[in-house]
């Protein structure tokens, strides 16, 4: 697993020498503790990898403005953000979804936005990707699972393309439709969710400028395993609300019953915010830890976001709304 592979050099391209160096060693001193061969996956992006090809390094997206809401936190490289996927259409391993998703057929790819609104639209991506200049945001991610990441993703605030088809005053929850082809997504053919994979925000959440729209990262076009051709990321909460290949929101009146609230009700709420102080059924949510990294950290409330989103929850019990 230390043998330098082809994949080594792209991403050496693209990863900073701090994140070189800081992977040398973490790889020493995790070999020093527990030897190797001992490594479990999650721990060694480079475990991951030999399982997998390494996904290709995508068609660039030319120049990209920065945000003001990026962490300055070290990133996880390339390879880790890509080889380390949850995306049930593909299988449920984490190696899966960069082994499975290159049948995705991203092009052509429509957008549709309706219900609630005064004039319902599909749009097909190309116009998508000219709606607003398009931006680096560098965010935490992370899983419910208690794993996390830095990402430089590529995107626009979700509300510009909201705010495209003038949503009604009752259109209170937004819910997100992901692609769900068998054909194309070999784990639609099986039951693990009641496909297609939906989510949902309430509109005020939809509407915040740190809920994004991602079509990239490292300024390239996004891999299929990680929800190409569009993509949502909603940082402040686990990861399973932020939907991958999206086709269709619609805007509703009531609270959508996303999939994992179907498929599991006592473990997954609605809101899933991070929330370190309320602890998933069957696990502790205080710690977490990031991809590459030996030692856990603690779990911040709304994943380090708080400041910019804690309002939106004023007098709610975040006990009771999990
Ligand atoms: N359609 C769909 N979207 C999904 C998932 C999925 O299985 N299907 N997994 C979710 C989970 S649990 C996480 S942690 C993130 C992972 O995104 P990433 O692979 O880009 O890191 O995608 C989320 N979006
Ligand atoms: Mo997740």
Known sequence: MFIRKPSDIVS??????????????????????????????????????????????????GAIGKSKYSTGETQNSYEQITTYNNFYEFGIDKSDPAANAQTLRTRPWTVTLEGLVQKPRTLGIEDVLKLVPLEERIYRLRCVEGWSMVIPWVGFSLSALLKQVEPLGSAKYVEFVSQADPAQMPGVRSGVLDWPYTEGLRMDEAMHPLTLMA?????????????????????????????????????????????????????????????????????????????????????????????????LYSGMDLRRYF
Not at 15 to 29: A, D, G, H, K, P
Not at 37 to 47: E, G, I, Q, R, T
Request: aromatic share 12%; no cysteine; glycine share 8%.
């Open 12 to 61: 050496s391209e693209i990863t900073s020498e701090e994140i070189y160096r800081q992977r040398r060693q973490f790889l020493r001193v995790g070999g020093a503790l527990l030897g190797a061969a001992a490594l479990p996956v999650w721990f060694s992006d480079d475990a991951a990898q030999a399982a997998t090809p390494a996904a290709s390094f995508g068609p660039s997206l």
């Open 215 to 311: 079509v990239g990262l490292y300024g390239r076009v996004l891999p299929n395993q990680n929800g190409a051709p569009i993509r949502l990321v909603v940082p402040w909460k686990y990861g399973f609300k932020s939907a991958k290949s999206i086709v269709r929101i619609r805007f509703v009146e009531r609270e959508p019953r996303t999939a994992w609230v179907k498929a599991a009700p006592a473990e997954y709420g609605f809101y899933s915010n991070v929330n370190p102080a309320v602890d998933h059924p069957r696990w502790s949510q205080a710690k977490e830890r990031r991809i590459g990294e030996f030692f856990k950290r603690a779990t911040l409330p709304f994943n380090g976001y708080a400041d910019q989103v804690a309002q």
